[in-house]
Structures are given as structure tokens and as C-alpha cells.
């Protein structure tokens, strides 16, 4: 019972892992100036197979060698030797040795990070893929692969060409009719014919404002008033314009003051200047009460001053 359990488990997990593993393959398409490049249909067929005769770079020796591309993905044929261990690859190539193909090595390796698509020199339609991750044995570094898909719209059977110039460089050329560009559309600008925010504020003002307007009149109409006096409220809004211009002129002298005590014209306490004939009445009235009141002083003064004089002489005379 346990071992049954435990298979379900490893069961289930495999099928995760493989739904995993096809939501993350990379898509075929590619965007270079605005142009669109989908090669979605050549993974289907992959993987691609190329034979060259020739010399290798540094042998004198005529070999035939097999090269085999994977598309957008590593599956390309597989390097099933001591050398290799097996590793899948986007590019592989293939020494023959009698009538058996023997891995040479992996050329290009597809990584989880898309490559950047690069433009052909001249007016030549497609893009070029670069790689530099290869297997480096028998190499100074790592192999490199320049990858061309170059467009070819009579082409019904997609097929490759490759070589290896110089030694550990390998160039592939994939003539196609999926590597001719498609030129994206600009987007295309919807007319919005829905009523804006502010529209709807508005319009639900003016049927508020409406409302209460005939709603007020009719009840006051109903209670027995007549001509002005049928509008709701109507000592407010009458009042209205002369709040408004008050506003105003607070609003204006209260800036000024402001203005002037920022540039230092006036210290902190000096009132606005709307107060100012104010207090100029209310000191000359102070002043005018000084007077008034300072005169009646100096007349019992004098007064004074003559009965001290009396009360002298008549002590003299006696």
C-alpha cells in the first residue's frame, strides 16, 4: 500500500514538472524595428539537418560533417558519447566516421534567457541570433554560433546551410518565409463616447439645483407668498453678490499685507492697511479728549494761584 502511494506521488510530480517545463519554453517570435518575426511554425519540424563536405579549419583532410538545429529550443540531435555526456544543445555538429556519425561537439546551447535579435548588413530582410556558450574542448574558448534567418518567400521547405570559419566559429544561415518581417500596426485609437466624471458632477448639479428650486417655490406658493417671495432662501442668494465682493476685498488686503511684511515694508504689529484711516480717527479723537481735558486743569491752576495771593495780603494787613 505504501509503494502504490508513493508512486501516485512520484507520478503526480512528473506530470507537474512537465506542464512546468512546456509553459516555459521560450515562444519563437522576435521584435527587431518594429517588425515581427514568428518562427512558432519551424518547431514543429525541428530538428533541422545539414550535411557539408569539406576540410575542417587547421586539416588537410576532406570530411563530411553533419550538423543538426534545433528551433527556439534545445533540440537539436543529441552528442550521445564519452565526450559529451549526452547534452542537448540548439546546434550540435557530427564528424562521420564510416557509415556512423560521431558527436564532434556542442556548438550552441539554448539558454532560458531569449537572445537579443540583431539586424542583417544591407537591405537583407531577418535578424541574427549570436551565441557564445558552446562546448569549449578542443577549443581555446567557448564555441560561437551566429545564427541568420534570412527572409525567402519562395521558399515552401525551410533548410539551413552552415560552416565553421575559423576554427570554433560556425555560422548558420536558415532561409525561410517566416523570417520576412511583419510591420505592427500602430495601435489603433478608440473613441471613447462614455460621459467623463466631470460631465456627470455637472449634470447632477443642474437637476439638483433644479429641483430645489421648484420644489421651494411650490411649497412656498402653496403657503400664500407671492412674486420674489416664492424663492427658497431668497435673502441668501440676494446677499450673495455682496458676500462675494467681501470675500474679494478681504481676500485683496489680507495679500497685500502679506506681500508687504514678506518684503519688509511693514512690521508685525501693523495691521493691514484697510484699518489704517481707522486708527487715525481713533488718535485724533484721543488727542482732541487730551486737549479737552488738559484745559480745565490749567484754569483751576490759576485759580488757585489767586486765592493763595488774597490769603497773603490779607495776613499783611493784619
Known amino acids: 500500500m505504501i509503494y502504490n502511494s508513493s508512486y501516485i506521488v512520484y507520478y503526480i510530480l512528473y506530470i507537474l514538472i512537465n506542464i512546468i517545463s512546456s509553459t516555459n519554453n521560450h ?8 517588425n515581427i518575426y514568428d518562427l512558432s511554425p519551424l518547431k514543429e519540424k525541428a530538428p533541422y539537418s545539414f550535411t557539408l563536405f569539406g576540410r575542417s579549419p587547421g586539416s588537410p583532410q576532406i570530411s563530411e560533417h553533419l550538423f543538426s538545429l534545433g528551433m527556439c529550443d534545445n533540440d537539436a540531435k543529441k552528442c550521445e558519447d564519452e565526450k559529451t555526456d549526452g547534452a542537448p544543445g540548439l546546434m550540435t555538429v557530427f564528424d562521420y566516421q564510416g557509415q556512423k556519425p560521431v558527436c564532434k561537439a556542442v556548438v550552441a546551447i539554448w539558454e532560458n534567457r531569449v537572445p537579443v535579435p540583431m539586424p542583417i548588413d544591407g537591405d537583407v530582410d531577418g535578424f541574427i541570433l549570436k551565441f557564445a556558450n558552446g562546448e ?16 525567402n518567400k519562395q521558399s515552401t521547405t ?16 536558415f532561409d525561410t518565409k517566416h523570417a520576412c518581417g511583419a510591420v505592427i500596426p500602430p495601435p489603433e485609437k478608440k473613441t471613447d463616447n462614455s460621459i467623463s466624471g466631470g460631465w456627470i458632477f455637472i449634470i447632477l448639479l443642474l437637476c439638483i439645483t433644479f ?8 411649497t412656498l406658493y402653496n403657503q400664500g407668498q407671492r412674486g420674489l417671495e416664492i424663492i427658497p432662501h431668497r ?21 497685500r499685507y502679506s506681500c508687504r511684511k514678506l518684503f519688509g515694508k511693514t512690521n508685525d504689529n501693523q495691521r493691514p492697511l484697510r484699518n489704517n484711516n481707522n486708527n487715525n480717527n481713533h488718535d485724533n479723537q484721543h488727542d482732541n479728549i487730551y486737549q479737552a481735558t488738559s484745559e480745565p486743569n490749567t484754569t483751576n491752576n490759576h485759580n488757585n494761584n489767586l486765592d493763595n495771593n488774597d490769603i497773603e495780603e490779607d495776613e499783611d494787613q493784619i
Open 136 to 151: 569549449k574542448h578542443d577549443c581555446a574558448s567557448a564555441r560561437t554560433l551566429e545564427l541568420r534567418f534570412v527572409c
Open 158 to 173: 525551410p533548410s539551413f546551410t552552415a560552416v565553421e570559419d575559423p576554427a570554433c566559429n560556425y555560422i548558420a544561415t
Open 27 to 34: 515562444d519563437c517570435i522576435f521584435n527587431l524595428n518594429n
Open 211 to 218: 429641483i430645489y428650486f421648484c420644489l421651494g417655490s411650490f
Open 235 to 255: 435673502k441668501i442668494w440676494f446677499s450673495l453678490p455682496s458676500l462675494c465682493m467681501l470675500g474679494v476685498k478681504v481676500s485683496t488686503n489680507t495679500f
